[in-house]
């Protein structure tokens, strides 16, 4: 029994290693607060839009403002982050951000609320997140002494996210049900001042400045050169890229699911997004334990069949308790997918192009969902919403295919990177020992 217990101990303190670092604990407990009323937001916001419009088309319409201008902003973003101090940029948003949130309560809780206003709105918040998400990615490295707990790191923010999609939707639910979405807004807006003070309580050494010596678009087109020239980081962005463009527009299209397909309301969706979560939740925590990044690149493979698989059982699916165990299921293999791709970069990436690679992943992950959502609403307006999300499952098993073969290239890049840095030794006596060569 000691074994066992000191065994799930060991467990414990490998998934939760970047917390011993002051300032990532510091932004975990800031990011937590501000997640769930983020995400009660998403919610209520989608919920709102559905309750004016009834339209999967407005729905569509709604998630592309408030996504879209990611796929211009966040490159340029990434060429800031790279020159400026991170966390003063951060401060910056999360307040733009919550001034966003308070604004969209004051036209809810007045009853003045229109369907254009939130698609402004969405558009400020698009613009803001344009900025902060590029720049937070960035920032994770400067948060933690020892570059070894890295993966571990991003594998923490991804369960933070998860966590909060678990309890935020659930919340939002209620409180929708009992007091209408402007609720939502005004804790959102109240939230994000716990992220806020993170960042200002923080101890983050100045980075190493030097006076740019090209200008933005040089600086801009140097990281996009970089990401076509290496192959591992261009087949990544890649694949976020198709999952944001043909899967996760999905989550826009719940409402739908919950209200004319399920013949529930509010809480049937607050559930459904709760669903997701929570086997989101279960992947970081697999990948929080995970000791290597070593089998990443399988581990993505195979979770893109198992999503495209996943979405095409959603469709099909007219049972609720069966829709929340297969959704739980879509959001394990989606963040298996998201959080891989996103440590295996982080890990490769020359840190002096961090912040422009990271701008691209945030790009191809955001920036290509607006793109998906626009589709997915006219498609669904068309054919319906049940098929509309089978073609997409249809099409990322056919990606997640075409990346499995695609795995020889990407492991000839990245294994000498790996030697390298150390990590094939350390994980050649480990779980990962029969799929990696013998190290001298």
């Given at each position: 029994?000691?074994?066992?217990?000191?065994?799930?101990?060991?467990?414990?303190?490998?998934?939760?290693?970047?917390?011993?670092?002051?300032?990532?604990?510091?932004f975990f407990v800031g990011q937590g607060i501000s997640l769930i009323g983020t995400?009660?937001?998403?919610?209520?916001?989608?919920?709102?839009?559905?309750?004016?419009?009834?339209?999967?088309?407005?729905?569509?319409?709604?998630?592309?403002?408030?996504?879209?201008?990611?796929?211009?902003?966040?490159?340029?973003?990434?060429?800031?982050?790279d020159r400026l101090d991170r966390r003063r940029m951060l401060?910056?948003?999360?307040?733009?951000?919550m001034t966003q949130a308070l604004a969209l309560a004051v036209f809810t809780i007045t009853g003045?609320?229109?369907?254009?206003?939130?698609?402004?709105?969405?558009?400020?918040?698009?613009?803001?997140?344009?900025?902060?998400?590029?720049?937070?990615?960035?920032?994770?490295?400067?948060?933690?002494?020892?570059r070894s707990d890295l993966g571990n790191a991003i594998a923490l923010n991804s369960s933070l996210f998860n966590a909060s999609r678990l309890v935020g939707p659930a919340i939002a639910g209620l409180l929708v049900a009992a007091a209408g979405e402007g609720v939502c807004f005004a804790v959102n807006s109240v939230s994000y001042g716990g992220a806020i003070a993170a960042f200002a309580f923080m101890r983050i050494p100045r980075r190493a400045s030097k006076r740019p010596r090209t200008g933005i678009f040089t600086e801009l087109g140097e990281g996009i050169a970089y990401v076509a020239r290496f192959t591992p980081i261009r087949d990544l962005i890649a694949i976020v890229g198709l999952t944001s463009l043909v899967a996760m527009a999905f989550p826009v299209l719940l409402p739908v699911f919950a209200g004319s397909i399920l013949q529930g309301g509010s809480l049937t969706y607050g559930f459904l997004v709760a669903s997701t979560g929570m086997g989101a939740?279960?992947?970081?925590?697999?990948?929080?334990?995970?000791?290597?990044?070593?089998?990443?690149?399988?581990?993505?493979?195979?979770?893109?069949?198992?999503?495209?698989?996943?979405?095409?059982?959603?469709?099909?699916?007219?049972?609720?308790?069966?829709?929340?165990?297969?959704?739980?299921?879509?959001?394990?293999?989606?963040?298996?997918?998201?959080?891989?791709?996103?440590?295996?970069?982080?890990?490769?990436v020359d840190e002096d192009k961090r912040g422009?690679?990271?701008?691209?992943?945030?790009?191809?992950?955001?920036?290509?969902?607006?793109l998906g959502s626009?589709?997915?609403?006219?498609?669904?307006?068309?054919?319906?919403?049940?098929?509309?999300?089978?073609?997409?499952?249809?099409?990322?098993?056919l990606g997640g295919v075409a990346f499995g073969r695609r795995l020889p290239a990407i492991r000839k890049v990245i294994r000498p990177i790996y030697k390298k840095m150390g990590i094939m030794p350390g994980a050649a006596a480990g779980v990962h020992a029969a799929d990696e060569p013998p190290v001298p």
């Amino acid at each position: 029994m000691k074994s066992g217990n000191s065994d799930i101990s060991e467990r414990l303190r490998l998934a939760l290693r970047a917390l011993r670092h002051r300032n990532y604990r510091l932004f975990f407990v800031g990011q937590g607060i501000s997640l769930i009323g983020t995400w009660m937001q998403n919610v209520a916001t989608s919920w709102l839009v559905f309750r004016l419009t009834h339209s999967e088309m407005m729905l569509g319409l709604a998630a592309f403002a408030g996504q879209i201008p990611i796929a211009f902003l966040s490159p340029f973003a990434g060429v800031f982050g790279d020159r400026l101090d991170r966390r003063r940029m951060l401060i910056a948003v999360q307040v733009l951000a919550m001034t966003q949130a308070l604004a969209l309560a004051v036209f809810t809780i007045t009853g003045t609320v229109r369907v254009w206003h939130v698609i402004a709105l969405n558009l400020i918040l698009g613009m803001v997140n344009a900025f902060e998400m590029p720049t937070r990615q960035a920032f994770v490295i400067q948060m933690i002494d020892d570059r070894s707990d890295l993966g571990n790191a991003i594998a923490l923010n991804s369960s933070l996210f998860n966590a909060s999609r678990l309890v935020g939707p659930a919340i939002a639910g209620l409180l929708v049900a009992a007091a209408g979405e402007g609720v939502c807004f005004a804790v959102n807006s109240v939230s994000y001042g716990g992220a806020i003070a993170a960042f200002a309580f923080m101890r983050i050494p100045r980075r190493a400045s030097k006076r740019p010596r090209t200008g933005i678009f040089t600086e801009l087109g140097e990281g996009i050169a970089y990401v076509a020239r290496f192959t591992p980081i261009r087949d990544l962005i890649a694949i976020v890229g198709l999952t944001s463009l043909v899967a996760m527009a999905f989550p826009v299209l719940l409402p739908v699911f919950a209200g004319s397909i399920l013949q529930g309301g509010s809480l049937t969706y607050g559930f459904l997004v709760a669903s997701t979560g929570m086997g989101a939740l279960a992947a970081t925590l697999y990948l929080a334990m995970r000791e290597s990044v070593l089998g990443l690149e399988r581990v993505i493979a195979t979770a893109l069949v198992l999503f495209g698989a996943g979405l095409a059982a959603f469709s099909i699916s007219r049972s609720f308790m069966l829709s929340m165990v297969i959704l739980a299921i879509v959001g394990f293999v989606m963040i298996s997918v998201t959080a891989s791709c996103n440590t295996l970069i982080q890990t490769v990436v020359d840190e002096d192009k961090r912040g422009r690679v990271m701008s691209l992943y945030v790009m191809a992950f955001m920036g290509a969902a607006p793109l998906g959502s626009i589709l997915a609403g006219s498609v669904s307006s068309a054919i319906g919403t049940p098929h509309t999300v089978l073609i997409g499952g249809c099409i990322l098993m056919l990606g997640g295919v075409a990346f499995g073969r695609r795995l020889p290239a990407i492991r000839k890049v990245i294994r000498p990177i790996y030697k390298k840095m150390g990590i094939m030794p350390g994980a050649a006596a480990g779980v990962h020992a029969a799929d990696e060569p013998p190290v001298p």
